[in-house]
């Protein structure tokens, strides 16, 4: 449980660093860069993380 919380707290500090960078790219007119630094946050959003499934199979009811 730890290793997800601590995986989703990465991947947000990553995109708030990204984010960061493309809006002071933008102020510099490096729009170049800021569009890349739009589309690696966009990608680390996006990107699905893993998590555990747990099956549970409970009896039938008879009657």
Known sequence: MWTFLLWNIAALAAVIYCIAKAVIDLRARRYGWAIIGLLS???????P?????????LPVARS
Do not use: E, P, S, Y
Request: hydrophobic content about 60%; glycine content about 0%.
């Open 41 to 47: 946050a966009v990608v680390f959003l996006v990107t």
């Open 49 to 57: 993380i893993q998590t555990h499934a747990v099956k549970v199979d």
